[in-house]
Protein backbone atom coordinates (compact mmCIF):
# COMPACT_ATOMS: atom_id res chain seq x y z
CA UNK A 1 0.00 0.00 0.00
CA UNK A 2 1.01 3.17 -1.14
CA UNK A 3 2.32 5.62 1.58
CA UNK A 4 2.99 9.46 1.83
CA UNK A 5 4.60 11.77 4.05
CA UNK A 6 5.36 15.55 3.47
CA UNK A 7 7.73 17.47 5.27
CA UNK A 8 9.36 21.25 4.73
CA UNK A 9 6.56 23.27 5.64
CA UNK A 10 6.66 26.11 8.30
CA UNK A 11 6.84 29.94 8.36
CA UNK A 12 7.88 31.88 5.87
CA UNK A 13 7.98 36.11 4.86
CA UNK A 14 6.23 37.11 1.45
CA UNK A 15 8.36 37.28 -1.45
CA UNK A 16 10.33 33.99 0.60
CA UNK A 17 10.45 30.67 -0.64
CA UNK A 18 10.23 26.99 0.36
CA UNK A 19 10.77 23.60 -0.57
CA UNK A 20 8.17 20.50 0.22
CA UNK A 21 9.24 17.24 0.32
CA UNK A 22 7.27 13.80 -0.43
CA UNK A 23 8.15 10.87 0.49
CA UNK A 24 6.51 7.73 -0.68
CA UNK A 25 6.90 4.15 0.92
CA UNK A 26 5.21 0.87 0.30
CA UNK A 27 5.21 1.16 -3.12
CA UNK A 28 6.93 3.02 -6.06
CA UNK A 29 6.55 6.41 -7.51
CA UNK A 30 7.50 5.40 -10.88
CA UNK A 31 4.24 4.75 -12.60
CA UNK A 32 1.54 7.26 -10.77
CA UNK A 33 0.77 10.47 -11.52
CA UNK A 34 1.67 12.73 -8.46
CA UNK A 35 1.46 15.89 -7.40
CA UNK A 36 0.26 18.70 -5.28
CA UNK A 37 -2.92 19.98 -3.43
CA UNK A 38 -3.19 22.95 -1.16
CA UNK A 39 -6.46 23.64 1.69
CA UNK A 40 -6.40 27.15 2.80
CA UNK A 41 -9.06 27.74 6.08
CA UNK A 42 -12.64 27.92 4.90
CA UNK A 43 -11.92 27.12 1.15
CA UNK A 44 -12.10 23.62 -0.59
CA UNK A 45 -9.12 21.87 -1.62
CA UNK A 46 -7.18 22.79 -4.91
CA UNK A 47 -4.53 21.47 -7.02
CA UNK A 48 -1.49 22.87 -7.38
CA UNK A 49 0.48 20.97 -9.59
CA UNK A 50 0.30 17.39 -11.20
CA UNK A 51 3.41 15.54 -13.07
CA UNK A 52 1.04 13.43 -15.37
CA UNK A 53 2.24 9.79 -16.28
CA UNK A 54 3.65 8.13 -18.70
CA UNK A 55 4.07 11.74 -20.51
CA UNK A 56 5.67 13.93 -17.67
CA UNK A 57 3.70 16.54 -18.67
CA UNK A 58 4.03 19.20 -15.53
CA UNK A 59 0.67 20.99 -14.78
CA UNK A 60 0.33 23.79 -12.65
CA UNK A 61 -2.96 26.34 -11.08
CA UNK A 62 -2.39 29.59 -12.81
CA UNK A 63 -2.12 31.10 -9.66
CA UNK A 64 1.10 29.82 -8.92
CA UNK A 65 2.74 29.53 -13.05
CA UNK A 66 5.84 31.38 -12.56
CA UNK A 67 6.44 30.80 -9.07
CA UNK A 68 6.24 27.26 -8.22
CA UNK A 69 7.91 24.27 -10.15
CA UNK A 70 7.73 20.67 -8.87
CA UNK A 71 9.86 17.81 -9.47
CA UNK A 72 10.28 14.24 -9.35
CA UNK A 73 12.79 12.07 -8.03
CA UNK A 74 12.40 8.10 -8.50
CA UNK A 75 15.91 7.36 -7.35
CA UNK A 76 14.54 8.27 -4.24
CA UNK A 77 10.88 8.21 -4.16
CA UNK A 78 9.77 11.84 -3.60
CA UNK A 79 8.46 14.33 -4.93
CA UNK A 80 9.34 17.99 -4.46
CA UNK A 81 7.08 21.38 -4.80
CA UNK A 82 9.56 24.57 -5.07
CA UNK A 83 7.91 27.35 -3.67
CA UNK A 84 9.24 30.80 -4.75
CA UNK A 85 8.19 34.83 -4.68
CA UNK A 86 5.08 33.24 -1.65
CA UNK A 87 2.41 35.62 -0.80
CA UNK A 88 -0.07 35.72 1.96
CA UNK A 89 -2.52 34.08 -0.05
CA UNK A 90 -0.40 30.63 -0.54
CA UNK A 91 -0.99 29.96 2.75
CA UNK A 92 -2.49 26.48 2.94
CA UNK A 93 -2.17 23.04 4.37
CA UNK A 94 -0.46 21.30 1.46
CA UNK A 95 -0.50 18.28 0.89
CA UNK A 96 1.16 15.22 -1.70
CA UNK A 97 -0.92 13.04 -3.39
CA UNK A 98 -0.54 10.10 -6.07
CA UNK A 99 -2.99 9.91 -9.19
CA UNK A 100 -3.21 13.28 -9.63
CA UNK A 101 -5.19 13.37 -12.36
CA UNK A 102 -8.32 11.85 -10.85
CA UNK A 103 -10.64 14.31 -9.93
CA UNK A 104 -10.28 12.36 -6.33
CA UNK A 105 -6.73 11.21 -6.19
CA UNK A 106 -6.75 7.32 -4.05
CA UNK A 107 -3.79 8.15 -2.48
CA UNK A 108 -2.91 11.31 0.31
CA UNK A 109 0.08 12.19 2.86
CA UNK A 110 -1.39 13.74 6.11
CA UNK A 111 -0.55 17.88 4.99
CA UNK A 112 2.25 20.06 5.87
CA UNK A 113 1.10 23.53 6.80
CA UNK A 114 2.99 26.69 4.91
CA UNK A 115 2.49 30.00 6.37
CA UNK A 116 3.28 33.07 4.63
CA UNK A 117 3.30 35.60 6.61
CA UNK A 118 5.40 39.40 7.99
Known amino acids: QLQLAESGGGLVQPGGSLTLSCAAS????????VGWFRQAPGKEREKVSC????????EYVDSVKGRFTTSKDNAKNRVYLHMNSLKPEDTAVYYC???????????WGQGTQVTVSS
Open 26 to 33: GATLDYYA
Open 51 to 58: IRFPSGVK
Open 97 to 107: AANCHMGIPGY
